[in-house]
Structure formats: C-alpha cells, structure tokens
C-alpha cells in the first residue's frame, strides 16, 4: 500500500507542476485527528477467538493531501489522499479458561490509505464556507491491537469503502494561500472483516487543519 501512496503523490505532483498556472486548480495538505469506532451488524462473542472486536471510541491522528478543480465559484471536485487511523477501542479479551470476559479493555486501531472523492459546494458572501459529499475508498496498510500488540491484518479486509460528507472554513493568507479547518465524516458502507457472518463498518469523524495553495 506504501506503493499506492507514493504513486499517488508522485502523480499529485506532476499535476501539480503542469497546472501550476490554472486558476481553477487548488492544492492542499493538513492534519487533524480522527474519532472513530466500529459498529457490529450482531452483537455477538466468539468464543473461539482470544478477542472480540469493540465499539467504543478510539482517537488517532491524520495526514492527507489534496487536490479541487473548481467548475465555477460555487462547484468544484475535490479529491484527497489521507493516511487514515480508523477502528475501534473497548474490545474484550478473554479469560484464558472460562471463555468468558474479564475487565481489561483492548483497542484495535486500522491504518488505511483513503481517497474520498466528492462534490463541494462554495456558500456564503466571500464563498470561504464549503460542504462536500461523495464517497471514499480505503486500502489497508495495518491492523492490531494493542493488548499484546498483536497483528490481526489477515482478519480484515483489505478495502473500506462508504460516504463521505464535510464541512469547512477557508481564511485567506495571502494572494492564492489560504488556511483552512475543516470537520469531515466518514461512514462505512462495506464489511471490513474477512469472516462475512458478523460484518462490521468503519465510522470517523476527522477534524483538521491545513492550507491550500
């Protein structure tokens, strides 16, 4: 997956330098933070597993690149690449005899390369307000959790897909650089484990910062 970031960025690049005079083609990265967790089509325990996957809350970091090619004032398609920290925390491990739960709580973070692609939609007086909407795909990079530090990878897919919707806020620098924040929600269409019975979809919410050029 490390291949696909690095053509991306590659690719991003040469776009970048061959467009460097086109008005309607914005550049950006950022960062920000992700809140995330899982959520179970059944609420179920396997006793045959050591771990059974959480749904509480989990908080990571994100970095992404992006590109918007604006049609007019108002519209424009945007498209980034995030090194994206998703999954879940408060799973349960279990007793080693019993099968059953005890207290310790175990988190289970997903790294992901993601590419949402969505519509924007410039809105108030100085269209400095935006909110975009489309969809994303996710490629997974890796996948543990933290009790022993365990590689679970081969337990989930190794693509996330779903809809993407965000909202955003754009103060201008300088001529052409502006500093931007922005909140985006991510939620999960496709079953991101293996094992088909008990499906399970990513759900984040991502707060950034970041500038656009």
């Known amino acids: 997956m490390k291949k696909i970031f690095t053509t991306l960025l590659i690719a991003l690049g040469v776009y970048t330098a061959g467009s460097a005079q086109d008005k309607k083609l914005e550049f950006g990265f950022g960062a920000g933070i992700n809140s995330s967790y899982v959520t179970l089509d059944n609420d179920f325990v396997d006793v045959n597993k050591p771990y059974n996957l959480g749904t509480g809350l989990i908080w990571e970091p994100n970095i992404f690149v992006s590109a918007a090619y604006s049609f ?3 519209w424009a398609l945007k498209a980034k690449v ?5 999954g879940s925390g408060d799973g349960i491990k279990k007793a080693p005899v019993t099968g059953g739960p005890n207290a310790n709580g175990v ?36 996948a543990k959790e933290n009790f022993n530090n365990t590689d679970l990878k ?11 919707l965000g909202i955003g806020l754009k103060f201008p620098i300088s001529n052409g650089l502006k500093f931007f924040v922005e909140a985006d929600r991510q939620f999960g269409l496709s079953n991101i484990l293996v094992n088909g019975k008990d499906g399970a979809q990513n759900q984040r919410t991502a707060f950034s910062v970041g500038i656009n050029f």
């Not at 995030?82 to 998703?86: E, Q």
């Not at 081969?154 to 993407?164: C, L, N, Q, R, V």
């Open 154 to 164: 081969s337990d989930f897919s190794s693509t996330d897909a779903g809809i993407d």
């Open 72 to 74: 007019n004032p108002q």
């Open 107 to 142: 988190y289970f973070p997903l790294k992901y390369i993601t590419v949402p692609i969505t519509a924007q939609m410039s809105f108030g007086r100085e269209k400095n307000w935006y909110a975009s909407g489309g969809g994303y795909v996710g490629f997974l990079l890796s």
């Open 82 to 86: 995030y090194y994206d920290s998703k």
